[in-house]
């Protein structure tokens, strides 16, 4: 979803004709590629589950090291979900919705009402007057210094790195994504009852041929890798030093894109299972670019070049971000409060 400016300029509008161009080369969707990716990705983390249900009955400690193997594959699957939704992964629209519903409920998430909330996060992210939906919780320092105290406690739990990579994922796929959004569409929500129906199936399936007691440890144990290494990935793509993030008036969508979306430089064995969602730049730019094309994209055109990669090092950094400095346009810490109430009292005292 790429909302159009309301009054471009003229260097703005060569600005968006030029990158248009550039991704259109990019956004072919391969038929072939997209079912390879399916059986690269689908039968080794089925093969997972099985051979994880034959070692329970060995050790549970065997169990560790494939579910942290099949954690790495159910976040590949969810790529392959996520295109579907932008219906980027294959050529046929109808071929989309099905492997995406697929997908869906093999990842625990509604396909349509997930589709429906992330256009809106796409055509929002790094705009100040439009968070909320799709997106982490992020407040501005005024905000927080102007918030009651238990909207402060809550933000500062929310933002606490056990609650928000360990916590907030298991919140998340085995609640949250259970319940209707009231503000969607129909046939969003209803998504939301197909594919807790479609779980609840899989589920007592499972449990009558391993015992409910082994459907749990793996489910639950796969669900915690593929959760928190998720979630720490959307957190890192728009919570990183130098982001984007303006007010509406200001707001841009191909800045946005290129300098509110990382390009999280990761190592080539995390890259695939990723499904090269690092290149989150480009991705923001065109949804309609296919996974398996972004790095050529990204290779190929010098647009590209001047985004400075984050590192796995340093997406640490990223830990220490907790608000947004409006002032001075960059995500700072709590220990910046201090500074930030300083500031506010000497105003105050200079217009008395």
Known sequence: MTPESTAPDDQSQAKSHAWRRVVA?????????????????????????????????????????????????????????HDCGHGSFFKSRRANHWAGCITGVLTLTPYYQWR??????????????????????TLTVEEYLQASRWKKFSYRLARNPFVLFVLAPLILFLVINRMPNSKAPFRERM?????????????????????????????????MVAGSAGVWLFYVQHQFEGVYWERNESWDYATAAL?????????????????????????????????????KCHDAEPLFQVVKPVTLLGSLKSLTFRLWDEPRHRLVGFRHLKTARLERLLSRLHHR
């Open 116 to 137: 429906w909330e992330h256009a809106i996060h796409h055509s929002s992210s790094g705009d100040l007057d439009r968070r909320g939906t799709g997106d982490v919780w």
């Open 191 to 223: 998504s939301a009852h197909w594919t807790n129906f479609a779980v609840l199936l899989i589920a007592v399936g499972l449990c009558r041929a391993f015992g409910w007691q082994a459907y749990l440890v793996i489910q639950l144990t796969v669900l």
């Open 25 to 81: 080369r990019y956004q072919k969707a391969s038929t072939g590629r997209a079912i390879w990716q399916l059986v690269d990705t689908l039968g080794p983390y089925l093969a997972l589950w099985y051979l994880m249900y034959l070692c329970l009955g060995i050790s549970c400690w065997l169990v560790v090291p494939l579910a942290v193997l099949a954690g790495g594959f159910m976040v590949r699957t969810f790529i392959i979900f």
């Open 259 to 295: 300098q509110g979306s990382s390009f999280y430089k990761l190592p080539k064995l995390l890259q695939w299972f990723t499904g090269n969602i690092g290149y989150h730049h480009i991705h923001h730019l065109s949804p309609r670019i296919p996974n398996y094309n972004l790095e």
